[in-house]
């Protein structure tokens, strides 16, 4: 079978197929002929299981142990249990904790006393406030998978291409391989693969997008969470941005003759945050 067909079979895209392949998770026969990769019956059982170990939430590294037999289901579905009893009592914590504030009002709530609480269940590792560090592991992750810059020229060959690669690289001090040339060029930054498009209109950009962006996934986050905090890692520079851009022209730093200028280039760049979101 193809990858085509794996795909189909497993309900696993071809992206990640190759993602598990790279990890180690699977290793597929090559055609002797071609070289050309070829899955058997044996592959499309571990891609499921893999599928379903990564839905109750185990992570890679615990999936990989379960398949070479360094720990047993039994033993990674009991460790995965017990994380799973201690996050939902402590959304319960949470849910009687929101219910106790409800009933307060502004000018006579207890605030030492619920300051109090919260410090207290952090002492015993109840992390009130670990959407923050969540948010900043989503954050990261959402810019490393894909950017843009404004190269300096015009780029109509790949040439130009690969040599507007290299020059953000140098300013930017980032170690850059080109892997493949071309219009839509490939390459490796700082160890990531990326590919690369041109987005021509006034003003010229380059979009570069992981190859494997499920590589800046937080294996710990999953779910509705994860999807929240990714659009909220998007949203917040844009707003930002929008908020001072108004700013500036309540206080007239931004002449009134050019605001005009400054929005088009405000709808530029949310176009360009938004763009990869589109593929």
């Not at 990890?23 to 059982?45: F, T």
């Not at 109509?156 to 839509?184: C, P, Q, V, W």
Request: one cysteine or more; hydrophobic letters at 40%.
């Amino acid at each position: 079978m193809n990858i085509s067909e794996i795909e189909k079979i497993t309900g696993i895209s071809k992206q990640a197929i190759r993602f598990y392949e790279k990890e180690g998770l699977i290793s597929p026969k090559r055609n002797q002929d071609n070289q050309y990769r070829e899955y058997d019956e044996n592959d499309v059982k571990t891609l499921k299981m893999i599928y379903v170990f990564r839905k109750v939430g185990l992570s890679l590294d615990e999936i990989s142990k379960v398949l070479k037999d360094e720990i047993s289901i039994n033993d990674a579905m009991n460790k995965r249990r017990a994380e799973i009893i201690k996050e939902r009592k402590e959304q319960e914590q949470l849910i009687e904790f929101c219910d106790s504030l409800k009933l307060q009002s502004k000018e006579w709530i207890d605030v030492d006393k619920y300051v109090n609480i919260i410090q207290e269940e952090e002492k015993k590792g109840n992390k009130f406030f670990e959407i923050l560090d969540e948010y900043k592991q989503v954050y990261r992750g959402e810019w490393k998978k894909h950017f843009y810059f404004f190269p300096e020229g015009i780029i109509t060959t790949s040439r130009e291409f690969t040599d507007e690669l290299l020059k953000y690289a140098k300013n930017y001090g980032h170690d850059i391989t080109i892997t493949k040339e071309g219009m839509y060029p490939e390459f490796i930054l700082d160890g990531v693969e990326y590919s690369a498009m041109r987005i021509s209109g006034r003003w010229h950009t380059v979009h570069c997008q992981m190859i494997h962006p499920e590589l800046a996934e937080p294996e710990n986050i999953t779910g509705n969470k994860k999807i929240i905090l990714q659009l909220v890692a998007r949203l917040i520079p844009l707003i930002s941005v929008i908020l001072i851009g108004i700013f500036l022209m309540i206080i007239d730093v931004i002449p009134k003759d050019v605001s005009v200028i400054f929005w088009i280039v405000m709808v530029i760049v949310l176009v360009a945050f938004w763009y990869p979101y589109k593929k």
